[in-house]
């Protein structure tokens, strides 16, 4: 079965950084898109950043472009998110989620998803 696993989150001042990973296992193999989604208190899940299985194709978040980068280390199995600037907006609960289809993912309908990592960053 497949497992993912968040790792990293914290308290950091605004403007300081944090980064996020999100190890996988149970996958057939690599050939699967990853990403990071966020949730607030009180609000929904929203998209954040994903990317390809070769990371041909990557998108952002408008909220977060600039300042996060999302990457991946095939071999070991782990996505990572970075995050820089942060600002007292980019609290949440981040998920790691994995889809074999990009665009689906993509749209907040991803095969699975992880339990979460707190993020608090205060102003």
């Known amino acids: 079965q497949v497992q993912l696993v968040e790792s990293g989150g914290g308290l950091v001042q605004a403007g300081g950084s944090l980064r996020l990973s999100c190890a996988a296992s149970?996958?057939?193999?690599?050939?699967?898109?990853l990403g990071w989604f966020r949730q607030a208190p009180g609000k929904e899940r929203v998209f954040v950043a994903a990317?390809?299985?070769?990371?041909?194709?990557?998108y952002y978040a408008d909220s977060v472009k600039g300042r996060f980068t999302i990457s991946r280390d095939a071999a070991k199995n782990t996505v990572y998110l970075q995050m820089n600037s942060l600002k007292p907006e980019d609290t949440a609960v981040y998920y790691c989620?994995?889809?074999?289809?990009?665009?689906?993912?993509?749209?907040?309908?991803?095969?699975?998803w992880g339990q979460g990592t707190q993020v608090t960053v205060s102003s």
């Open positions: 989620a994995a889809d074999p289809i990009l665009p689906r993912l993509r749209l907040g309908y991803p095969k699975n």
């Open positions: 149970g996958l057939t193999d690599s050939s699967v898109a």
């Open positions: 990317d390809s299985w070769d990371g041909d194709t990557i």
